[in-house]
């Protein structure tokens, strides 16, 4: 291990990502709205009402980009906003995602559009149509197609669908996200239709753009058993490693569906293949999974904490920088170039999260010793912001926000990150400042 600093590729991207709904204020229009005026959907019945107020002045958080030295950020649009009626397109909501995006580039910051993250417009939800590959297919792609075509002169980097497996999961068979199902057989299928749609939108922009770049984002976890001697904890593991984690890299990257997901699959795999430019990798955690032989939560296995490990808010996950390495150098044996398009945790007080960023981003750079293509970093998140099912409790941010008032103060995880990125390197100086107890362990 050399002494000094640890460097980073010259032209690597320091940026956060966010998700419209959770940052954008009042999208009235969409599923996740409707969800949220339900009771007991949302923890302690929070609503993302005003969120961070982007729509009306995202320019001031993307000032506080600059000021952080970020070079990069990956921001999402509404497909509520742009089509709010099936076939009606609102002109002056793209005119709004323009004037964001040529905000970014004016400061210097690359943008990454995301094309659905987690939200549909409440007319797509009334139809199901994830559930139907004959009708949400062509939506998809002709929604992909009218912002392509609003916004490519400004950029060029997109992801297609932000978590497939997440959001088939949660929204179909865990039942924590709309429409609410807790059908294996729904999930599936949504799955399926998910990546076809990611393949036609690929196509529809390298048609409108040849020269885009696209890929998507996919959360893996790194899923181990409980009592790794023990046969069936770890075959339990083995099995939903391969569905949640693999099953995604098998249909785009070889051309072949999951066991779980071949049945009645719409087109056959192998249409799927070469659907990516890049890959995304959103990570968090590592999850312990104990065979449970009355069934479990899925598959026979039951979601546990590792004892005595240090958790972040509410139990959110484990920190296990060792999953970050592992996947990167998992990911680059399909020889495409690697986004970390999320990695972050829930830390109201910010007291993990130095620690956090560092052990992470020495992980990074151990998988970039080893040859990893790992063109940047996308911190979750700049601010913080409504998280979904768990409301305003889980805070996110690099930045505090107090969502009430909207008051931002940038928490000293901030201008660690700031540092890394001014840097482009993770130096003796930055950890000595931020976290001296780390020292003999990053410079060993």
Known sequence: MPQGFLAFPQG??????????????????NQWWQWEQQPGRIVNGDTSGIACNWWRNAEADFDWMVTLAQNAHRLSVEWSRIEPREGHFDEAALERYRAMVRALRERGIEPMITLHHFTNPIWLEEQRCWLRADRIVPLFRRFVERVVRALGDLCDLWCTINEPNVYAVMSYFGGRMPPG????????????????????????????????????????????????????????????????????????????????????????????????????????????????????????????????????????????????????????????????????????????????????LRALWEALQAGCDVRGYYHWSLVDNFEWNEGWRMRFGLIAMDWRTQQRTPRQSAFLYRDVARANALTPEIVQAYTPELFSQVFA
């Open 12 to 29: 690597f991207r320091w940026g956060t990502a966010t998700a419209a709904h959770q940052v954008e204020g009042y999208n009235t229009n």
């Open 181 to 360: 199902l807790t059908d294996m057989g729904s999930a599936i299928t949504v799955m399926q239709n998910l990546l076809v749609a990611h393949a036609a939108a690929y196509e529809a922009i390298h048609a409108i753009q040849p020269r885009a770049r696209v890929g998507l984002a996919h959360h893996m976890r790194y899923f181990q058993g409980l009592r790794p001697h023990l046969f069936l904890d770890a075959l339990v593991a083995r099995v939903i490693d391969g569905i949640f984690n693999e099953s995604l890299l098998l249909a785009l990257l070889r051309g072949r569906w999951h066991w779980m997901l071949w049945r009645g699959a719409p087109v056959s795999a192998r249409k799927l293949r070469a659907t990516l430019d890049w890959i995304g990798l959103n990570y968090y955690t590592r999850q312990r999974i104990a065979f449970d032989h009355t069934g479990g939560q899925a598959l026979f296995g039951t979601l546990v904490n590792t004892p005595g490990v240090i958790m972040s808010d509410y139990d959110f996950g484990e920190i296990f920088p060792e999953g970050l390495r592992y996947f990167l150098r998992k990911l680059a044996r399909y020889r495409l170039p690697i986004f970390i398009t999320e990695n972050g945790l829930p830390d109201a007080d910010d007291d993990l999260r130095p620690m956090f960023i560092v052990r992470h």
